[in-house]
C-alpha cells in the first residue's frame, strides 16, 4: 500500500499565503510525477500543478507566478506554495502521485484525502 497524506490547508485572507505539504509513504519502489489537485464546489477536479522526476513542471496557466511545486525526492514530499490568494482559490486541494510499488513494480496513480483551503474575501 501507498499513503499520500496532505497537510497544510485552512483559512486565509484574501492576499495570503499557504503552503501545503503532501507525503507519500508505505511500500515505495520509485516516485515518478507527483502534483495537486483542487476541486470547488460544483466544478470538476482541476490540475493546479505537477512536477516529475526529472524537475520539469507544469502549472494550470491561471495559477503561474501565484503557485509554486517544490519537491524533496529525499523525503517523498512535493510541497505547494501559494501566494496572493484569491476567493476563488478555494477550494479542497488534492495531492496526486505515480507511484511504482515495492510488490507489484507496476505503476498506478495514488490520491490523497484533500486539504481545504478556503479563502476569505
Known amino acids: 500500500q501507498v499513503q499520500l497524506v496532505e497537510s497544510g490547508g485552512g483559512l486565509v485572507q484574501a492576499g495570503g499565503s499557504l503552503r501545503l505539504s503532501c507525503v507519500a509513504s508505505?511500500?515505495?519502489?520509485?516516485?515518478?510525477?507527483m502534483g495537486w489537485y483542487r476541486q470547488a464546489p460544483g466544478k470538476q477536479r482541476e490540475l493546479v500543478a505537477r512536477?516529475?522526476?526529472?524537475?520539469?513542471?507544469n502549472y494550470a496557466d491561471s495559477l503561474k507566478g501565484r503557485f509554486i511545486i517544490s519537491r524533496d525526492n529525499a523525503k517523498n514530499t512535493v510541497y505547494l506554495q501559494m501566494n496572493s490568494l484569491k476567493p476563488e482559490d478555494t477550494a479542497v486541494y488534492y495531492c496526486?502521485?505515480?507511484?511504482?510499488?515495492?510488490?507489484?513494480?507496476?505503476?498506478?496513480?495514488?490520491w490523497g484525502q484533500g486539504t481545504q483551503v478556503t479563502v476569505s474575501s
Open positions: 496526486a502521485a505515480v507511484v511504482k510499488d515495492r510488490i507489484g513494480l507496476v505503476w498506478r496513480d495514488y
Open positions: 508505505g511500500r515505495i519502489f520509485s516516485i515518478n510525477a
Open positions: 512536477t516529475t522526476n526529472d524537475g520539469s513542471t
